[in-house]
């Protein structure tokens, strides 16, 4: 039976990962894949969720399992955290899933539902797995402007145009801060126009949160679900822990929908739960129950929140450094849009070439559309990154 089968295509950012890992070079410098690094090129466990990591293992007496909708104390948390006081806890449905990428499977599989072969809109470019994943659930695929390779920044006013002509049957993507590949985000009142855009057309937002506390911080970056659940009657969000607690591995991940009362909230529920049981049956606990525990004590939640400070800050200042290094060396300001962005990521604009020559001759890896790791940046030698930048883009 296999033999009727093509193989399929590798993901290109494992792939690289491959291809980086087997290179001898011992001044090699990995851009590549979307892990965040501290400045010794590691992806560490923070200490908050060591320090819970110890207590959950402590403090457990069974492995039962522990139901289909996972762990409800992270769940509550976690919407806590992103939606605060903005919305009527009532109207929240809740489910955690393996990871964000889970969180955004359950969505679509209850969208098929909803809206048997809808149209999901995709921001231009967006996070390679959006658009498979949005195909492998039955939903039609198209594009919405984004992003201006020339100025790096967001082409807001093609976007917003693009968004005005749609209808109540289409379902849009949204990333709601650290915009990935590209790095270039909105601000809050571009939000306010997508907010009131959305009410107007009735078209149907899923927000795609995988990095909150990357960007701005953890209430500046929670902007756009706030303000989206408390303007339009309903909702869908994918929350990942995977960045913000680095917890990758384990799996993380919060479904939501938001409802316009009580009832459909709980309509919702209900079939989020019936997709789980029907595929995975429930998710792993390991890492919900930690961010549980950091979010619900202060000490821990505390330490989690500095830790997640100082690796936002460290992103911010890397930006800074690359961007003036650029600029001191060419003396122009092509490269100022890094600083300008926000998250792990920014989009470079080099092409396939240019980005497969820096691989080659310098050793330095991005995926293939030019987006850099931006944690991944050795800050000892920035300068060194700089030079092969402006030699390639020349
Ligand atoms: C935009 C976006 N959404 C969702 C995810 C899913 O993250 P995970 O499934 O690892 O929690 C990622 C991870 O890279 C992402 O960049």
Request: contains cysteine; negative net charge; charged residues 25%.
């Amino acid at each position: 039976m296999f033999e009727t089968l093509k193989k399929a295509p590798v993901d290109k950012i494992f792939a690289l990962m491959g291809e980086y890992r087997a290179d001898p070079r011992k001044d090699k410098t990995d851009l590549g894949i979307g892990v965040y690094k501290d400045p010794t090129g590691e992806t560490p466990i923070m200490s908050a969720v060591k320090k819970a990591e110890q207590k959950v293992f402590a403090d457990a007496k069974t492995k039962t399992y522990v139901g289909v909708s996972g762990n409800r104390g992270f769940c509550d948390a976690v919407t806590d955290l992103v939606f605060g006081d903005a919305i009527e806890k009532s109207r929240i449905a809740s489910v955690q899933a393996p990871g964000g990428t889970g969180s955004i499977w359950v969505l679509l599989q209850l969208l098929n539902r909803a809206r048997p072969g809808g149209t999901m809109w995709i921001s231009d470019p967006s996070w390679p797995n959006h658009q498979p994943m949005c195909e492998l659930a039955g939903l039609n695929v198209k594009a919405y402007p984004y992003f201006d390779a020339e100025s790096g920044d967001v082409k807001f006013d093609e976007m917003l145009a693009c968004l005005d002509k749609m209808g109540p049957e289409d379902t849009v993507l949204l990333h709601a801060c650290c915009h990935n590949p590209t790095g270039a985000n909105l601000t809050n009142e571009q939000w306010d126009k997508v907010a009131a855009s959305l009410k107007k057309t009735g078209a149907f937002p899923l927000i795609d949160l995988a990095y909150l506390g990357f960007g701005d911080g953890l209430e500046a970056d929670a902007y756009a679900p706030r303000k989206l659940a408390s303007e339009l009657p309903e909702v869908m969000l994918a929350f990942s822990a995977s960045k913000n607690f680095g917890l990758y591995r384990e799996r993380a991940g919060c479904a939501v929908c938001v409802g316009s009362d009580e009832n459909t909230a709980a309509i919702a529920y209900s079939q989020m739960a019936n997709i789980i049981r029907a595929s995975y049956s429930q998710p792993p606990d390991h890492g919900a129950e930690i961010v549980r525990l950091i979010l619900s004590d202060p000490a821990l939640r505390a330490e989690w929140e500095a830790e997640l400070k100082e690796m936002r800050e460290r992103m911010v200042r890397l930006r800074v450094k690359l961007a003036d290094a650029i600029r001191e060396r060419s003396n122009a300001t092509d490269f100022d849009f890094v600083a300008r962005h926000r998250g792990m990521f920014s989009l470079l604009g080099l092409d396939k070439a240019q980005v497969e020559h820096l691989k080659l001759s310098n050793g330095i890896y991005m995926i293939d559309d030019s987006r850099i790791n931006v944690a991944g940046i050795p800050e000892d030698r920035v300068g060194e990154l700089a030079d092969a930048l402006l030699a390639v883009a020349r």
